[in-house]
């Protein structure tokens, strides 16, 4: 079975500072992965997602992550950071489709990013 | 819609009532997911759809959970007899393929219903 850790549950950072989210999953077989952001009273956002390819990957507003297969990690990272930015980020792993064509989603419990100025 | 709708968005349900929660996916989106997310906690899987087929009911905690989507679009949550540890924010997801959005990770959530059990 897969299982996604988030080692912070919080993490206070200055603003324009750089920060780090750290994400470790466990799974027997090839994964995708996923950084979900979530802003007070919203949905979740796909902030940004590897699926395949380069192990650095892009998102949105940023916001940047490498896929480690050897550390079994998916490390989210932005170089500045704005007020902005605090909300909760979710890292989860699709273990890609089972036998029925379809795959779900497994989340870490979060870590709260809170940028002061 | 443009988005993934769901309702109510908050409610207060009295320990043994049943509630119901919708969710209205995108337009012509196959796959449907229900997640719970209990306070500080990241969202749990409860239940897949393609389209009315209930293909996965695995994450449903006990039999006083049941989900339907009859027509292949919107989609209800009920639970019955609820209880203190219900209380959760239910998450509806949406994506356009079968795969449930794992081959692209385009899987569209709605804001929540935020169940709060008395």
């Known amino acids: 079975a897969q299982s996604v850790t988030q080692l912070d549950s919080q993490v206070p950072v200055f603003e324009e500072a750089p920060v780090e989210l750290r994400c470790n999953y466990s799974?027997?077989?090839?994964?995708?992965l996923f950084w979900y952001v979530q802003y007070p009273n919203q949905g979740l956002q796909l902030l940004l997602k590897?699926?395949?390819?380069?192990?650095l990957v892009k998102g949105i507003n940023g916001f940047e992550a490498e896929f480690n297969k050897s550390q079994t990690s998916f490390h989210l990272r932005k170089p500045s950071v704005h007020i902005s930015d605090t909300a909760e980020y979710f890292c989860?792993?699709?273990?890609?489709?089972?036998?029925?064509?379809?795959?779900?989603?497994?989340f870490g419990k979060g870590t709260m990013l809170l940028v002061s100025p | 819609g443009a988005g993934v709708s769901q309702s109510p968005r908050y409610k207060v349900a009295k320990r043994g009532q049943d509630v119901a929660l919708r969710c209205d996916p995108i337009?012509?989106?196959?796959?449907l997911f229900w997640y719970q997310q209990a306070l500080g906690q990241g969202p749990e899987f409860l239940t897949y759809?393609?389209?009315?087929?209930?293909?996965?009911k695995s994450g449903l905690p006990s039999d006083r959970f049941f989900a339907e989507r009859p027509e292949g679009s919107v989609s209800t949550l009920k639970i019955q007899r609820t209880q203190q540890e219900d209380s959760a924010v239910y998450l509806c997801?949406?994506?356009?393929?079968?795969?449930?959005?794992?081959?692209?990770?385009?899987?569209?959530f709605g804001e929540g219903s935020r169940l709060t059990v008395l």
């Open positions: 799974s027997s077989v090839s994964v995708y």
């Open positions: 997801a949406s994506s356009l393929d079968t795969s449930g959005g794992a081959n692209t990770g385009e899987l569209f």
């Open positions: 337009s012509g989106h196959v796959s």
């Open positions: 759809f393609q389209n009315e087929a209930q293909l996965d």
């Open positions: 989860a792993v699709s273990e890609g489709l089972m036998n029925s064509g379809y795959s779900t989603l497994t």
């Open positions: 590897y699926l395949s390819g380069s192990t």
